[in-house]
Antibody
Framework: QMQLQESGPGLVRPSETLSLTCSVS????????WSWVRQPAGKGLEFIGR???????NYNSSLNGRVTMSVDTSKKQFSLKLTSVTAADTAVYYC?????????WGQGTLVTVSS | EIVMTQSPGTLSVSPGERATLSCRAS??????LAWYQQKPGQAPRLLIY???TRATGIPARFSGSGSGTQFTLTISSLQSEDFAVYYC?????????FGGGTKVEIK
């Protein structure tokens, strides 16, 4: 069965760039959309954006143009970059398959923005 | 931007009882709605998509209904493993949006 695994630094300094990678195993990355969702501690879920295996992207405008996503089909990975982070970007970040509903999800990775 | 509102915020239910969770969209999303279950420390798990279609492996005690702006998730007979937070999510309009969640707790 398909599995997703997020990786990246758990601590990012304010004003710097958050960078995460999601590795896909147990299935093909091709022909699908891949998404990022985040969840601040004790709060709800926020959709960040999605990328197709072809490289086509759509981002949530609530992130004010700070988001960039990319995909590497040869490595079966896709990535998220969020620039100019602040404490408000502290959250568990999930990767997931899908462009409409999301299934499956990675286990999530906590990213803390702090100096 | 569509706002998704879930009610109640917390639902206290005894094991074996029925739980009914509501989700309201600020404008019509047609049938483009999904439901997820999230347990503490875990990622969300897809339960329902297209308002009423159960995802693979989801027990029949979970059912979804509704269209337009009003949706319901029903758990027919709560099992111990069903106590969790449930989120609805619309995918009819950009940006995709989640509700604030309903926590189902043991009464």
């Amino acid at each position: 069965q398909m599995q997703l695994q997020e990786s990246g630094p758990g601590l990012v300094r304010p004003s710097e760039t958050l960078s995460l990678t999601c590795s896909v195993s147990g299935g093909s990355l091709l022909s699908y959309y891949w998404s990022w969702v985040r969840q601040p501690a004790g709060k709800g879920l926020e959709f960040i954006g999605r990328i197709h295996a072809s490289g086509s992207t759509n981002y949530n405008s609530s992130l004010n143009g700070r988001v960039t996503m990319s995909v590497d089909t040869s490595k079966k990975q896709f990535s998220l970059k969020l620039t100019s982070v602040t404490a408000a970007d502290t959250a568990v970040y999930y990767c997931a398959r899908g462009s409409d509903w999301f299934n499956p999800w990675g286990q999530g990775t906590l990213v803390t923005v702090s100096s | 931007e569509i706002v998704m509102t879930q009610s109640p915020g917390t639902l206290s239910v005894s094991p074996g009882e029925r739980a009914t969770l509501s989700c309201r969209a600020s404008q019509s999303v047609g049938g483009n709605l999904a439901w997820y279950q999230q347990k503490p420390g875990q990622a969300p798990r897809l339960l329902i998509y297209a308002a009423s279609t159960r995802a693979t492996g989801i027990p029949a005690r979970f059912s979804g209904s509704g269209s337009g702006t009003q949706f319901t998730l029903t758990i027919s007979s709560l099992q111990s493993e069903d106590f969790a937070v449930y989120y609805c999510q619309q995918y009819n309009n950009w940006p995709l949006a989640f509700g604030g969640g309903t926590k189902v707790e043991i009464k």
